[in-house]
């Protein structure tokens, strides 16, 4: 039963994050007077489909591991001279005949969709229950911890961790999991002086909050959007600083995660009840989000990159190279899912 509710919750986490995903891409395309051709949620054969009337078939394929939308004529970015022998009729609704912004707002609308999901949820959340910060003081300090040894006591207030202020106990929880393989800058307030310290890179500090020191914030629709706001981009900026620790060594690529970590949490999430389902949900709308920014070819990023090169330049990059710019890519891709699986099968099984 458990492992039926964890599959339910998981094709209902990720099922929600593509389909938002994707019809960023979808109404994009519309407004732009570019025809879709198809609409799928999942990969492979498709499980149910149906054709509406603008001739858009709409699919849910098998394989639930992400989506796509196929635009009339996209893969003439390849070979550009199908589309100049296409004559004017066939030219209506091509990828192609789209204008330069029109094309950036295709490709940049996914995105946008996944953190604007996001905003509405944590908005929503915000609303539903007040929003009680824990203010960053401690209460605290385990004996012989590292937090200890470097000379945090109970009563310090934390103001700065590796230069970057600190204004609740989520920051002092964001900072220490990213300084969990470094050294760690910290900055207490302590009768009336700052005091700076410095931690080794281990899990846990050995700290933990006053509870005594926390403020409710008044629920209110602009209190709540500026909370969802501040989430949103708190958790965008500390998948990039993660991901940069890894390109740099800071930080272990054995962390990295994939379906099978995303279908665990998402069991635990929906056990956990309706708000902490929904918070993951959210969460991973922006990870969707910021991930598909990376400049990888077969990501919107890439995308991006390319558009915004082809408007700089006014030259448009085409022909074998940009295939194999694409099956790169995709290889890439490959390579990063098998090895995000083998970080899930060994976590799974508590190598």
């Known amino acids: 039963m458990t492992l039926i509710i964890t599959i339910v919750a998981f ?7 593509v389909l938002v995903h994707e019809l960023g891409h979808y109404w994009a395309a519309r407004i732009s007077g570019v025809k879709v051709l198809t609409f799928s949620i999942g990969f492979g054969p498709a499980i149910v489909k149906w054709t509406d009337r603008r001739g858009c078939t709409w699919k849910l394929s098998c394989v639930p ?14 070979d550009r001279k199908k589309y100049d022998e296409l004559s004017k009729a066939k030219k209506k609704g091509h990828y192609l005949s789209a204008k330069l912004w029109q094309r950036i707002m295709i490709c940049v609308a996914g995105v946008a969709m996944n953190f604007a999901l996001a905003f509405a949820i944590y908005t929503g959340l915000f609303l539903y229950q007040p929003r009680v910060v824990q ?7 385990a004996a012989e911890s590292v937090a200890w040894n470097a000379g945090v006591r109970a009563g310090d207030r934390i103001v700065r961790i590796d230069g970057k202020n600190i204004n609740s106990w989520r920051d002092v929880i964001i900072a220490q999991q990213l300084a969990s393989e470094r050294d760690a800058l910290m900055v207490v307030h302590r009768r009336g002086e700052n005091v700076v310290t410095r931690l080794a890179p281990v899990e846990r500090w050995g700290i933990t909050p006053d509870a005594s020191h ?12 500026r909370s969802a706001i501040g989430r949103v981009y708190t958790e965008s900026k500390t998948i990039v600083i993660v991901l940069r620790q890894i390109i740099t060594g800071e930080r272990s690529a054995e962390q990295l995660g994939g379906v099978i970590l995303i279908a665990e949490l998402s069991g635990k999430a929906l056990a956990a009840g ?22 990888l070819p077969v990501l919107d990023g890439g995308t991006l990159l390319m558009l915004t090169a082809e408007g700089v330049t006014r030259k448009k990059i085409q022909g074998k ?15 990063l899912f098998l090895f995000v699986m083998k970080n899930d099968i060994l976590r799974l099984f508590g190598a």
């Open 11 to 17: 094709l209902i986490v990720l099922g929600i994050a």
């Open 274 to 295: 309706l708000i902490t389902f929904l918070s993951l949900i959210a969460l991973l709308s922006v990870n969707f989000g910021v991930l598909n920014l990376l400049p």
């Open 214 to 225: 926390t403020f409710e914030q008044p629920k209110t629709i602009t209190g709540a959007a």
């Open 321 to 335: 190279l940009l295939e194999y710019i694409f099956i790169a890519g995709w290889i890439f891709l490959l390579f």
């Open 135 to 141: 203010l960053p003081v401690v209460g605290a300090v």
């Open 65 to 78: 591991l992400g989506g796509y939308v196929q635009l009339y004529g996209n893969e003439d970015i390849f």
